[in-house]
């Protein structure tokens, strides 16, 4: 589990950034809702779950939530909600309980610091139930923006390899990790 001084770094450095309108607004493109999609289904088709309107989700680091609100994402896997858990954003930084079928998480793991890494991807992997699924995409650039301090909001800037080694390396089954080039 992340430990209480780490969740407070993590909020005094993006809770000012969210406050933007147009900073971590949360997206999610089409080929990273058809993996979902395709995740979502599998619980059904494995019977992990006997239906889709029991379905839980969690988008850790959903960032504002725009990909459900605007983009309307979740309507791609039947219009599952995910539970949105974003630190750094004040209506969404309240931990949530339980464990989930899935657990989404894009474009935020760059954003934490190496030492910190461990800690939250142990923590992601503990929100989710046996036989359910974790989606990492992460960035593996540099990102447009930076902090007040001109440091890079990616902290963590490393190639795919290094994060499909990290992952094996502590042994979590992962289901599914992508990484992206792209500026973010």
């Known amino acids: ?3 209480t001084e780490q969740l407070e770094k993590y909020r005094t450095l993006y809770e000012p950034m ?3 309108d147009k900073k971590f607004i949360g997206k999610m493109d089409l080929a990273q809702r058809n ?5 979502v289904q599998g619980l059904v088709l ?9 379905i839980s989700l969690l988008d850790y680091g959903s960032g504002k939530g725009y990909q459900y609100l605007v983009q309307r994402a979740h309507e791609h ?3 599952i909600l995910p539970h949105c858990y974003d630190i750094g954003v004040r209506y969404l930084s309240q931990r949530p309980t339980g464990k989930f079928h899935g657990v989404i998480c894009c474009d935020m793991l760059e954003h934490i610091a190496k030492e910190d890494l461990d800690d939250v991807i142990e923590d992601i992997y503990d929100f989710v139930i046996p036989g359910g699924f ?6 593996c650039r540099p990102a447009k923006k930076t902090f007040p301090d001109g440091r890079n909001v990616h902290l ?3 190639p795919p390899e290094w994060w499909g ?3 094996t390396r502590r042994g979590y089954d992962h289901v599914s990790v992508t990484c992206s080039y792209e500026l973010t």
């Open 46 to 54: 494995h019977k992990v779950v006997p239906d889709y309107h029991r």
């Open 18 to 20: 969210h406050t933007s």
């Open 165 to 167: 080694g990290k992952l």
């Open 156 to 158: 963590t800037i490393e």
């Open 134 to 139: 974790v989606y990492l995409h992460i960035a």
């Open 77 to 79: 896997w039947g219009n």
């Open 1 to 3: 589990m992340v430990k």
């Open 35 to 39: 993996i979902i999609t395709n995740l």
